[in-house]
């Protein structure tokens, strides 16, 4: 797929999702009050995203010959971001569950390891020794100097 | 003098200590290629609540200021620019690195981002009262026009398409609605959501956008085979090179001159003001063929240009409550955060904040020079931390930074999925500054258009029959007229 393709899609999701969230704006209660309806910036906005985007989705498409400078997104540059947010997100729900702490090492003993794996510039450094020595003095010593500036400097709760 | 003593007394050592902490980081955070101002500022953005207005703010432009400052480091070893300001700084302190002459390229590049800061914080503080005076006497229909504008310069110039930047600034300010209706309490897009009922956290939306969506551009060019990012010029006698810069005193007053006006335009930024002065500087030169191959006067006027241009984003932030860029916005953001709207009646109510302001940036500018003089070498070091090391440090302080402002994990989620949002819009040119922006003035032309139309009863006449407000309707169709001609133009070509 490539990268006009790519932007067609994106510009006509942002259509389908601003479309309806103007119907759903138009829905809200409350009247004008000698000015406007708390419904009318909303809906006007959200009808204008839909209405650009989908002028954009054609505009791109007209120039969709192959002459497009962008580079499209690669399948393995999709798989990275992908598996980055469902690691991070079961971060943020680990906290939750877990506390900071222990989410906090997991996360960073995993997370590096799945840079070096996905990146081939990094990924020699996993048969090292050094690499997961490093690793886990880094992870102890970074969360703990999170903790301290947030839980016991300002005084965040988790 | 009441003003002079109540500035005074704002300056604790708390105070002192952020603003150097923050001209640190943002130094720091600057140097890492990839990360810009807005995102250094985005980054430090939570450690703000917890302290005082003066503190949090001092703290925010010394990491503006640092991070401005910062880019110049990958920019002359590594030919990198650290942030878009610095694009300009590559064409001569590269060559001059490669010369062996690194150490002298660093010198100059800190001694002419401190000059060139200084001189815009001069104009700053000689000009912002007086536009401040005049945006005194604006009435609702004035501030609903001077958002539109705002809006409207930002999204014709901050990407190739017009269409695009219109898309990204209503995103903003669509978020802008969500929540509860100030007017009438009807909730607004809240989908039952308990954490969306005073609105989108700002927080979030700015992490979210500025720091996990250029997270997942890194990301997407991870498996990519890369250059080597291997320091190895020498630094010689790497110290700010101040007598050097003042002897070109003509050039850097000029650059410096161009940085802060160009800075004081929504939607210029950096880059464009860097470029400029540089274009200015070879114009000038009694040696221009030696631009692009070294030349110390490219290094200069880069410099200058690039850090005066901070000082001119204030003036139209500060004074009008419009954000130039992305900095400037998240910087608003900070200081909406310690319940501070700026705007001209800021400089009326609260003139003691706005003189700490001023003087939080003058110190900001002169702890720059010492942080980069004493770290300089520490700073070139930093480049040689691993990425797979900062990526996930990154993602957990924006986590943990936007979680400290609610206690809410909801937030954390929302940052997550505008951070998705931004990487799209920036992947496919839409750019994320129009979103951030036009949640801010979304806010205030909404406010204003209702406020208005209800002083005058209905009649959307006096928008158009107002002086200032015509005025500045007019200049937005001026810009929206300018951008489709460009953008028909470049369709052509």
């Not at chain 2, 040689?384 to 924006?398: A, E, K, S, T």
């Not at chain 2, 986590?399 to 994990?409: M, P, Q, R, T």
């Not at chain 2, 208005?452 to 029959?465: C, K, V």
Request: proline residues 4%.
């Amino acid at each position: 797929m490539n990268a006009s393709i790519q932007e067609t899609c994106l510009s006509l999701l942002l259509a389908a999702v601003a479309a309806g969230l103007a119907v759903t704006a138009m829905g809200i209660p409350g009247s004008a009050h000698g000015s406007i309806a708390p419904s009318t910036f909303p809906t006007v906005i959200a009808w204008l995203i839909a209405a650009l985007s989908v002028l954009n989705a054609l505009v791109t498409l007209r120039r969709a010959s192959g002459e497009g400078q962008m580079k499209a997104m690669s399948a393995r540059g999709v798989g990275n971001i992908v598996a980055f947010l469902a690691v991070s997100t079961a971060y943020v729900w680990l906290i939750g569950q877990a506390g900071f702490v222990v989410a906090t090492l997991a996360y960073l003993l995993i997370m590096p390891v799945f840079v070096c794996v996905v990146s081939p510039r990094h990924r020699v450094r996993l048969s090292r020794v050094s690499f997961w020595a490093t690793l886990v003095v880094f992870a102890a010593i970074a969360t703990g100097a999170i903790y301290g500036v947030f839980v016991e400097l300002l005084n965040v709760r988790f | 003098m009441q003003t002079l003593v109540e500035t005074f007394n704002l300056f604790s050592p708390v105070a002192l200590l952020a603003i150097l902490a923050g001209t640190f980081l943002g130094i720091l955070l600057g140097a890492l290629p990839g990360l810009s101002a807005a995102m250094a500022v985005a980054l430090l953005l939570p450690i703000t609540y917890g302290l005082d207005p003066i503190s949090g703010i001092g703290l925010l432009l010394g990491a503006f200021c640092g991070a401005v400052a910062g880019g110049s480091v990958p920019a002359i070893l590594l030919n990198m620019p650290g942030t878009p300001g610095s694009i300009a700084t590559t064409f001569d302190a590269y060559p001059m690195a490669t010369n062996g002459r690194a150490g002298k390229a660093l010198g100059l590049s800190v001694a002419s981002s401190f000059v060139g800061g200084m001189i815009s914080a001069a104009i700053l503080i000689l000009v912002s009262p007086l536009i401040a005076a005049i945006a005194l006497k604006f009435g609702a229909a004035e501030y609903f026009s001077l958002s539109i504008l705002g809006l409207m310069i930002i999204v014709s110039l901050a990407g190739a398409s017009l269409i695009k930047g219109l898309i990204a600034g209503l995103v903003g300010m669509l978020l802008s609605t969500v929540g509860a209706d100030q007017v009438t309490g009807a909730l607004r897009l809240t989908f039952d959501q308990m954490s969306l009922l005073m609105g989108v956290s700002l927080l979030a939306v700015i992490v979210g956008l500025f720091a996990v969506s250029q997270l997942l551009t890194d990301l997407e060019k991870l498996h990519e085979p890369r250059t080597s990012m291997k320091v190895d010029n020498a630094l010689d006698g790497a110290f700010p090179r101040l007598r050097e810069v003042l002897r070109n005193w003509k050039l850097t007053l000029m650059t410096s001159l161009v940085g802060t006006g160009v800075g004081a335009v929504p939607g210029a930024g950096g880059s464009i003001a860097s470029i400029m002065a540089y274009d200015q500087a070879k114009r000038v030169s009694r040696t221009p063929e030696a631009f692009g191959k070294g030349a110390p006067e490219g290094v200069i006027a880069s410099e200058s240009s690039n850090n005066a241009m901070v000082g001119g984003a204030l003036i139209p932030m500060l004074t009008l409550g419009i954000p130039g860029e992305g900095a400037t916005a998240v910087l608003i953001g900070g200081l909406m955060i310690q319940g501070i709207q700026p705007g001209p009646t800021l400089f009326d109510t609260q003139s003691g904040l706005v003189y700490g302001i001023f003087v939080a940036f003058l110190l900001a500018n002169i702890m720059m020079l010492f942080v980069q003089w004493w770290g300089i070498r520490l700073f070139v070091r930093l480049l040689r931390v691993p990425q797979h090391f900062l990526l996930p440090l990154i993602f957990i302080f924006c986590a943990v930074g936007v979680f400290s402002i609610n206690s809410d994990f909801f937030d954390v989620y929302l940052m997550i999925a505008l951070g998705v949002l931004g990487f799209l819009l920036a992947r496919f040119g839409f750019g994320v500054a129009p979103v951030v922006i036009g949640l801010i003035l979304g806010g205030v032309a909404e406010t204003n258009l209702r406020r208005g139309l209800q002083t005058f009863d209905g009649s959307w006449m006096p928008f158009l029959t107002r002086p200032i407000s015509l005025a500045f309707l007019v200049l937005a169709l001026v810009f929206l007229l300018m951008s489709l001609r460009r953008n028909y133009q470049t369709a052509k070509a």
